[in-house]
């Protein structure tokens, strides 16, 4: 029988791939500032359009093609779900949006029905890119700004440590029950050659150091007494 933190650590690693993959639609709130649940009660694991997705408007907008109606697009502040409604919600690549994030993460547990799951995904402050990125623009005077103003920008306006993200969801009602940092697939996107071989090297870097770029929590909704 497999340990419950081997069983969340698997549980983190399909959710990477399905959010990360291609879209042929097979996962729900893929990309950027997207997020998802599961109904309480759901017998097998829909994208969470299924039951409601918020976040950005082509992750709504596919969903709704594909299922209806029961997908809501918005700001997660807006959304209307009862207490209780969901039994995992995602939040990928979207709580360093939230301008105030503890609000967010209290709302998020309202939403859960008791022992639900909550899966962040997020920018770890203490990651060798961002470091090297805050040393350089530092050391140069403000002349090196390149890779700060890629790494932080307005639409950024929480920034979390593992420590911090941890001392969060604990405030907000809920138990951290597996994490992991892992580097982000920068090298894949629309750098020049010579910035691709940077953060390929970074990345490496980062895996030796334990410094990864993205850190990756899933959260269990605490019993209230």
Do not use: D, I, M, Y
């Given at each position: 029988r497999q340990q419950p933190a081997l069983r969340a650590r698997e549980l983190l690693k399909l959710l990477d791939e399905l959010v990360h993959a291609p879209?042929?639609?097979g996962a729900a709130g893929a990309g950027a500032s997207a997020g998802?649940?599961?109904p309480a009660g759901a017998t097998s694991p829909v994208p969470a359009g299924a039951a409601g997705a918020t976040g950005a408007g082509f992750a709504a907008s596919a969903a709704m093609e594909k299922f209806g109606p029961k997908v809501f697009g918005g700001?997660?502040?807006n959304a209307t779900f009862p207490d209780g409604f969901f039994d995992v919600l995602t939040m990928w690549d979207i709580i360093e949006h939230f301008p105030e994030p503890r609000e967010a993460l209290a709302k998020a547990?309202?939403?859960?029905?008791?022992s639900g799951l909550l899966l962040v995904?997020?920018?770890?402050?203490?990651?060798?890119t961002k470091g090297t990125?805050?040393?350089l623009y530092r050391a140069s005077g403000g002349r090196i700004k390149r890779a700060v103003n890629k790494l932080y920008h307005c639409y950024h306006t929480s920034y979390f440590t593992a420590r911090t993200l941890?001392?969060?969801?604990e405030k907000t009602g809920f138990t951290v029950i597996a994490r992991q940092t892992k580097v982000i697939p920068m090298s894949r996107g629309r750098n020049p050659p010579g910035s691709k071989a940077i953060i390929k090297t970074l990345s490496l870097a980062e895996k030796l150091l334990h410094a990864e770029y993205e850190m990756q929590f899933i959260a269990r909704k605490?019993?209230?007494?």
């Open positions: 879209p042929a639609w998802a649940g599961v700001t997660f502040s547990n309202r939403l859960l029905k008791t995904n997020t920018p770890n402050e203490q990651s060798l990125a805050r040393f941890l001392l969060l969801l605490r019993e209230t007494v």
